[in-house]
């Protein structure tokens, strides 16, 4: 008889717009009480009955949509455009990953309430970081900043605590992942900044004594923080992966560029620390270690500097990387998209070359920068207003930081002269 051969299951729903995602994953946000099945998407309220978090009303019309092989829209545009565009998008590289979606679509494909397989959690804002396009909402650092000057630069951002849901929420949260976590295959924690967040710790015992092998544990994190304090949890994780108690830890490190870009981008970084952190985390050689990138028009032409930094840390071990654009994705005063596509375009080319395509998580890389290369050759149109609206943010953001965004970045100060003219 034959050897049996082990075939990988993938997603199998297989229409025109469906999306492992949709049936797959849920972001908690525990402050405000809101879930949704994709960072793209538009959240849903979570409602009353916390463990229904991931068949809520709007998630079960989209299953449907995708099911029907339309789109749902709350946010798929973003993929949409980008297959239109011909390029790879985060839907299609998702739906290549075996294994990782709800089982009960193996006996009944067209189910649209199931049990999540992976969960991502968002506890609070705790942050050391004030990354210029985020807000306070994810950032405590950007929220005492706010408070300091009588609000946010942009009034959509302002944010208090006041309604904070994170002491009702938290409770019903760990009621559920004590009955449904051994059920996960990923689990994700996003901040603010996990590594000073005691909810981390928390979730790190529990799964030390509750052991979940086939489970995989992702840390988001800036990476900006001095090794000793983050050790103590560098300890503990290891210990998780040496006694097999989970299947891996990945640690995703959030840069855009590098250089004084990327000091003005996530204000509060520290490239020595974050360098030395990272050759720390490849010494200890435990976990999967990658790069999570934001992609905005400040961050484009020293892009290629960082891909160099990824070039040298893949000779030590191998590092994943994952990018995105800016959110949101049509109106944020940072995207690429409100200028002329010929400013970034030497700047995408060389990027493009750059990057290394000799193994399938560099494959993927490059197929998703080739797609949002792609988009933006599409969508980039000259936008008067929303420059006017990035000039007058970076000169207030200047006053509050005591920075000068004109020194760092002399050739957006020259594309913006015509805006005051």
Not at 136 to 151: C, H, P, R, T, V
Not at 231 to 243: A, G, K, M
Not at 261 to 277: C, K, L, P, W
Not at 399 to 413: D, G, H
Request: proline share 5%; with cysteine.
């Amino acid at each position: 008889m034959g050897k049996l051969i082990a075939v990988d299951r993938y997603f199998p729903i297989a229409t025109e717009t469906s999306c492992r995602n949709k049936w797959s994953w849920s972001t908690v946000y525990l402050n405000n009480g809101t879930t949704a099945s994709c960072h793209r998407a538009s959240v849903s309220d979570i409602g009353h009955n916390f463990d229904n978090f991931h068949n809520t009303d709007k998630k079960i019309r989209a299953r449907e949509h995708m099911l029907a092989g339309s789109w749902p829209g709350d946010g798929c545009e973003y993929c949409k455009k980008i297959e239109e565009a011909g390029g790879t998008s985060d839907r299609q590289f998702q739906n290549q990953i075996p294994y990782v979606y709800p089982r009960e679509l193996d006996s009944n494909p067209t189910q649209t309430h199931v049990v999540p397989v992976i969960l991502e959690v968002f506890f609070s804002n705790t942050c050391n970081l004030k990354c210029v396009y985020c807000n306070a909402k994810f950032s405590s650092s950007i929220q005492q900043e706010d408070k300091k000057f009588g609000g946010a630069i942009l009034k959509d951002n302002n944010f208090t605590y006041d309604d904070n849901r994170y002491q009702d929420l938290v409770p019903k949260f760990w009621s559920w992942f004590e009955t449904n976590g051994h059920n996960l295959m990923r689990l994700q924690v996003l901040g603010g900044e996990p590594f000073v967040q005691k909810d981390l710790n928390r979730l790190v015992k529990h799964l030390d004594s509750k052991p979940n092998p086939k489970l995989e544990f992702n840390i988001v994190t800036n990476l900006s923080l001095p090794m000793s304090v983050i050790q103590p949890q560098i300890v503990e994780l290891d210990h998780l992966v040496s006694n097999k108690k989970v299947k891996r830890v990945d640690i995703l490190a959030s840069v855009d560029c590098w250089g004084p870009a990327q000091h003005y981008i996530r204000h509060g970084f520290d490239s020595e620390t974050f360098e030395n952190n990272m050759n720390a985390m490849m010494d200890l050689g435990t976990f999967r270690l990658g790069l999570l990138t934001t992609i905005t028009a400040l961050s484009i032409p020293t892009m290629a500097q960082l891909v160099e930094k990824f070039q040298s840390w893949n000779q030590k071990q191998t590092v994943f990387w994952y990018m995105h654009s800016v959110l949101p994705h049509d109106t944020s005063i940072f995207s690429p998209t409100i200028f002329d596509y010929h400013i970034f375009e030497p700047y995408l080319d060389k990027i493009q070359n750059m990057l290394p395509e000799d193994s399938w998580d560099n494959k993927q890389t490059k197929d998703i920068f080739v797609g949002i290369m792609q988009d933006l050759k599409k969508r980039c149109v000259k936008n008067i207003d929303k420059q006017l609206e990035l000039l007058r943010y970076l000169d207030e953001n200047d006053k509050r930081r005591n920075i000068n965004w004109k020194k760092i970045f002399p050739w957006l100060a020259k594309e913006l002269e015509h805006v005051v003219q």
